[in-house]
Each structure stands twice: as structure tokens, then as C-alpha cells.
């Protein structure tokens, strides 16, 4: 039996013991070696998936689980709540529209809406992309607090590229000062050449930025003179999203917007 197998079976046995199991207990129950058992659930253990009780020396799940599920269920969820704004965005535009999250110091797609155009980009949920040279990963990235984003930019590759990449940490937070500024943010061939993208955010009840959308076309589609009237577009479409998701603006904003 592979490991990871085995481990997902001590986990699954451990979720039915309201009050915990020992080694020997699982061992047997499992029919595993006890080195094999002890061996496993010290792995658990130190990446936090199980605790041992100081009382009684068993076992028991940690939250950690929960909260992998919670997140799970949090992006199925929204993806749910977006569809329809969405696809009515992408039939609007013609264009790519992609939702996605951030995970670590990386955004990931977890839906996406191909163009009707014949010469388009292809996206696909699971995929993984830069935050710093993507303009759906900059407006995840614009409205966290700015030691995280400096800290999270640290920690990532800022690699170039094009010749329009930033890799510039300063440059790039000034860039999410105009971010925030502005309601959306661009990407100007700065993650491939010939394409550009206007992401906006997605806020979720308690005002954080909990995803964002974006749209993607070509250069000859996305002229710098539409800038204005396409991300006009887009933080409409996340706007009615954080509104399914509860988001109220602050008074203040919502007088500056009337």
C-alpha cells in the first residue's frame, strides 16, 4: 500500500474516533506495521494535520483539514455565485474572462470563460500565474496590506517575462498604490507579448479582497484607448460579484460614487 494511501487512511480512521486512537488501535485496525503507523502519524503531526493529547497519548485530527475543506468549499461556492455575472461579461466583450484567488505568492484560476474570438489566449482552471506581471494577480495582490505584499513579492520570482515585465519590487508596489487608486489593474504585454489584461477585485462581506476577475485579449482588441471603457466593464462584473457575496461599500464610497 502506497504511503500517502496509508496516511489518508489513518486520517479517515481518526476523523471516527470522537475521542482519539492510539498507535496500537490503529495499527490494528488498519492492519500496518506499528513503526509504519508511528512513522506516519509523526509526519501528521509535524505538518499539523493531527495532534498527540498530552492526557491520554492518542491521537486526534487537527483543524487543519477544516480549513483546507473551508477554503475548497469558499472557491466552489464562489465560482457558483460569479457564473452568470461572468458569462454575461464574456458575451458582453467577446473576450477571455477569467476568476481567480490567491494562494501563497501565486494566483490561480479556478474558472474560466474562453473567447468567441478564433485568435485568442487559452486559459484553464488550475492554473497557476505570477502575481507581479498579471493583472488579475496585481489586484489580488493591491489590497492586501502593504508589508504582505512586500513581503509576499520577496518571496516570489519576479521573473521578466517581456521587456514591459516590472521586477522592481518598489516599482511594482507603486504600481499597486495607482491600483488601488484607480479600482483595476493592467497588464500591458507584461506577461506575454501581444496580449494585454484588466483585472479588478472581489470582495467578500467582511471587505476583503477575496478574488478577482479579469480580461484578456489581444493587442489589436484591447487598444490603449479602451482601457477606460473595458475596465469600466470589468469592476462593474466584480462589483456585482462582491455584492452576491455580501460586500458593502463604506459610506464614504458610496457617496463618492453618487
Not at 167 to 190: K, W
Request: proline content about 5%; glycine content about 8%.
Amino acid at each position: 500500500m502506497p504511503a500517502l494511501e496509508r496516511a489518508f487512511r489513518i486520517l479517515e480512521a481518526l476523523s471516527e474516533q470522537e475521542s482519539g486512537s492510539g498507535i496500537s488501535e490503529l495499527s490494528k485496525e488498519l492492519g500496518l506495521a506499528k513503526s509504519t503507523t508511528f512513522n506516519i502519524l509523526t509526519s501528521l503531526t509535524t505538518l499539523g494535520y493531527c495532534y498527540k493529547s498530552g492526557a491520554d497519548g492518542k491521537f486526534h485530527l487537527s483543524l487543519k483539514l477544516y480549513s483546507l475543506g473551508s477554503a475548497a468549499a469558499e472557491r466552489m461556492d464562489l465560482r457558483r455565485m460569479a457564473a452568470s455575472i461572468l458569462r454575461d461579461l464574456a458575451e458582453r466583450t467577446g473576450e477571455t474572462i477569467n476568476l481567480g484567488t490567491i494562494q501563497g505568492d501565486e494566483a490561480v484560476y479556478i474558472d474560466c470563460l474562453p473567447s468567441s474570438h478564433p485568435v485568442t489566449v487559452v486559459t484553464w482552471p488550475g492554473q497557476r500565474l505570477p502575481l507581479h506581471s498579471t493583472a488579475l494577480g496585481k489586484a489580488l495582490l493591491a489590497w492586501r496590506p502593504a508589508n504582505v505584499a512586500q513581503t509576499t513579492l520577496a518571496g516570489s520570482d519576479l521573473k521578466a517575462f517581456t521587456r514591459a515585465t516590472v521586477t522592481s519590487i518598489p516599482q511594482i508596489l507603486r504600481e499597486l498604490e495607482r491600483v488601488r487608486v484607480d479600482g483595476y489593474a493592467l497588464d500591458n504585454e507584461e506577461d506575454a507579448m501581444g496580449m494585454r489584461c484588466i483585472g479588478a477585485p472581489v470582495f467578500d462581506q467582511s471587505g476583503r479582497a477575496v478574488a478577482a476577475i479579469s480580461l484578456t485579449a489581444p493587442v489589436q482588441r484591447l487598444p490603449e484607448g479602451d482601457f477606460g471603457r473595458v475596465a469600466g466593464e470589468v469592476i462593474e462584473s466584480a462589483g456585482q460579484i462582491s455584492k452576491r457575496l455580501g460586500y458593502m461599500p463604506a459610506p464614504h464610497l458610496l457617496a463618492l460614487a453618487n
